[in-house]
């Protein structure tokens, strides 16, 4: 092995000496190619963050040099290519692709770098520094050294405000006087840039409605020191507008909750809560636009205020603008307030709204078949926001294949029903000012499904929940259903699905549990709406609990059967979830993804088993890619070779581990590619004698994860990605000890999904 990396080092040194010999020839006479510079930082004092300076100094050094792959410079190259009287097709579109144009040593200015280097010294508080350069040269390449003398920089001795208006000094000195600016600070011009905008923000949210940031300007004096320090002014430029120096009042609201651009009709105003609310028809009612709107009469004019405002209005779902604008009164106001008035204007989305979705399924039991799904939406049934959706859904499997299950069908029809208010509906009146982000919506849901498989059985099922949610601030959601009931009854079932149900007992007893009473719960938090953020981190927990209050109603069937409710068998258990995701933002459109997963659930009291609709599957698009969707597990369970479970039915266990992590990367325009590894599973905490013992959760859980790898293609238009991850398995653990790590091409999977996995 040692041989063969030898030789391939030997022979891509060989190619890139072939690439560079075949540059070299074309670079004219009198010029060499540029290949980059070098800076060096002499200094007498110990200089903070000399690594930062490096960074920033060499950020200004031009041009950059022609781009290297293993030391050959490709692009380069098909440039050269193309100037050639024939390039011909290949060239043409190689260098359209990849190539540059070249960079020789008469591109660099070093006196105007030199001039850039100690400008940004200076910025920093290094005056008098020095630079330097000087090429380095060989026969046709060239390479410059830079080399700057920085002596000691400039320190703040003191920080004051100079003489202002009265009308804005007060604030001004409490402003300055929570300054991050503190003594000994060196000179740095940028720290003074964000001093000025932090000001401007200040002084905007106490009223100053006209103010301007470029209104400052500092000024240091040096006179009364001759050891580099300086005492740093801050006053206002000459001719600064008066009304820029006086705080503005809102006198006057003005909402138009259905507002349109070309309509210029008069329409009639209603007065509330201090507010006009201005629509010919009650489009949406005062009362309940009023809590979005932040923005109080007699309130001091803040930008923050604004903005909160305009984000809880377009919250709400029901419209596709909102601007809001202020115009200025009596501005010459001799009491030293200026005065605003603020417009709110909404444009109503399409009240009503109908989307088709039309899909195709796939599963890991060769059922396959189309299903449609439509939704008819209101996006304001009562006057107040509130979004309602129904959406019928139809969908026809059938299973393909040679074995004797073919042929079978499967049917389902389903029927959702949504209601969405945009507040809090609650027995208890709550101030809404305790939500100052956004405003929680309550959620009231009602589905039924009917499935008919045939020659097994016919599911009906019903859910029903109330819930609210909410944004605690950018990044923190919370998501809470107090009431959330699932209700499943098997109308019909076939001997041959018995045979299946006598041969599974957990199977048996996950489809008597026909009802499921009680609560979820969700947060999350999501750095992932950041994309500025070099590490951004997601992290979700979700709690559900069923079967405590419902059980207090219990009716006790003997001691060894469970109790009803209604005649109804309930659910009683516990299930949590731990879903944490990292992004590293490498630049350039590069990530590197990685994901960790756990979940736990417990049956107790009135179960033995967590329903089958509650419980965890591996394997497939968004899992362990490598393996089919609910193919992966329980634990080391093999169907082919136990064979002692159905295949109609999907793996499943109360307890899921999984990791990944995934290098994505730009291939072309809007097409990325990614390379990946995913790891994972799926047991049980009670262990299932149908699978043998083999489904039972142990210590020796890491060597019964499933992993595989594999390499993804995207297409990411406008953050709508459709994903083809391809992916072999390297380790099974279905398969016998001392067998499971194999890299199985021949088992490779093509999974098709919309979105990234995580």
Excluded at 310 to 321: D, E, F, N, P, V
Excluded at 681 to 708: Q, R
């Amino acid at each position: 092995m040692k041989y063969n990396l030898k030789y391939i080092g030997i022979y891509l040194f060989l190619i890139g000496s072939l690439y560079s010999c075949g540059i070299v020839k074309y670079i004219p006479e009198n010029e060499r190619l540029y290949t980059g510079a070098t800076l060096t930082i002499e200094s007498d004092t110990l200089i903070k963050n000399e690594s930062g300076l490096k960074t920033e100094l060499e950020s200004v050094i031009r041009p950059e040099p022609n781009s290297t792959f293993l030391g050959m410079h490709l692009g380069l190259y098909y440039y050269y290519k193309t100037q050639k009287e024939k390039p011909g097709f290949i060239n043409r579109w190689l260098y359209k692709k990849f190539g540059e144009k070249p960079v020789y040593q008469s591109d660099v200015e070093t006196y105007t770098i030199e001039d850039l280097l100690l400008n940004r010294l200076e910025n920093r508080g290094f005056f008098y520094s020095s630079a330097s350069s000087a090429f380095e040269e060989t026969d046709k390449k060239a390479s410059v050294k830079y080399k700057v003398k920085v002596p000691e920089p400039y320190r703040m001795a003191s920080y004051q405000l100079d003489s202002l208006p009265a009308s804005i000094e007060g604030n001004m000195q409490q402003i300055v006087s929570e300054s991050p600016f503190r003594e000994d600070m060196r000179f740095d011009l940028g720290n003074m840039k964000l001093e000025r905008n932090r000001i401007d923000r200040e002084l905007k949210k106490k009223g100053y409605y006209n103010f301007n940031n470029n209104f400052l300007i500092f000024e240091a004096d040096t006179n009364r020191y001759d050891n580099r320090r300086f005492d740093l002014f801050l006053k206002l430029k000459n001719e600064v507008p008066d009304k820029s120096l006086i705080p503005y009042k809102i006198s006057k609201i003005n909402i138009y909750p259905n507002y349109e651009v070309s309509d210029s009709t008069k329409v009639e105003s209603t007065r509330y809560n201090e507010k006009n609310f201005i629509q010919n028809e009650e489009f949406f009612k005062p009362k309940y636009l009023d809590p979005f709107i932040v923005i109080k009469e007699g309130q001091y004019y803040n930008p923050e205020d604004s903005r909160n405002t305009a984000r809880r209005l377009s919250t709400i779902g029901s419209y596709k603008y909102v601007n809001i604008q202020y115009k200025e009164i009596d501005t010459a106001a001799s009491d030293g307030l200026g005065h605003l008035e603020a417009d709110i204007f909404l444009s109503p989305l399409n009240k009503r709204a109908l989307r088709a979705e039309l899909q195709l399924v796939t599963k890991s039991n060769n059922f396959a078949g189309p299903a449609l799904e439509l939704t008819m939406s209101n996006r304001n049934l009562f006057g107040g926001g509130e979004i309602f959706n129904i959406s019928p859904k139809i969908g026809y499997e059938k299973q393909l294949g040679g074995d004797k299950s073919a042929g079978n069908s499967s049917l389902e029809l389903g029927l959702t029903n949504e209601l969405i208010f945009p507040r809090v509906l609650f027995p208890i009146k709550i101030n809404t000012n305790f939500f100052k982000y956004s405003i929680p919506k309550t959620k009231i849901s009602l589905s039924f499904d009917y499935l008919d498989r045939t020659d097994l059985y016919t599911l009906l099922s019903g859910t029903t929940f109330f819930g609210y949610s909410w944004d605690a601030n950018r990044f923190v959601t919370h998501e809470i259903n107090p009431i959330s009931i699932n209700y499943t009854q098997l109308l019909k079932t076939t001997p041959e699905f018995e045979e299946i149900l006598d041969n599974d007992p957990f199977l048996r007893r996950s489809f008597e549990q026909q009802f499921i009473a009680g609560l979820t719960y969700a947060f999350t938090y999501n750095e992932m709406v950041d994309s500025r953020k070099k590490h951004q981190f997601y992290f979700n927990f979700t709690f559900d609990m069923a079967g405590n209050t419902i059980g207090l109603f219990g009716k006790d069937q003997g001691p060894d059967n469970p109790q009803t409710v209604l005649g109804l068998e309930y659910a009683q258990y516990a299930k949590a979830d731990v879903d944490l995701h990292y992004h590293l933002n490498l630049g350039k459109e590069q990530v590197l993804a990685a994901r960790l997963f756990g979940g736990y659930g417990l049956a107790y009291g009135n179960s033995e088993v967590i329903p089958f609709v509650k419980q965890y599957y591996s394997g497939g698009p968004y899992s362990v890619r490598a393996f089919n969707i609910r193919s992966l597990g329980p634990g080391t369970y093999n169907s082919e070779i136990d064979g002692t479970s159905s295949d109609y039915f999907d793996k499943t266990g109360n307890i899921r581990l999984e990791a990944n992590i995934e290098y994505r990367f730009p291939i072309v325009s809007f097409l990325k590619g990614a390379i990946f590894a995913d790891a994972g599973n799926i047991w049980n905490s009670v262990e299932n004698p149908t699978y043998n013992g083999k489904d039972k959760f142990t210590s020796d859980f890491i060597h019964e994860l499933g992993m595989g790898a594999g390499v993804g293609l995207r297409v990411d238009i406008q953050s709508f990605v459709i994903r083809f991850d391809l992916a072999a398995p390297f380790h099974n653990p279905s398969l016998p000890k001392g067998e499971r790590y194999k890299f199985d091409l021949d088992a490779t999977v093509l999974n098709f999904a919309i979105g990234y996995p995580f």
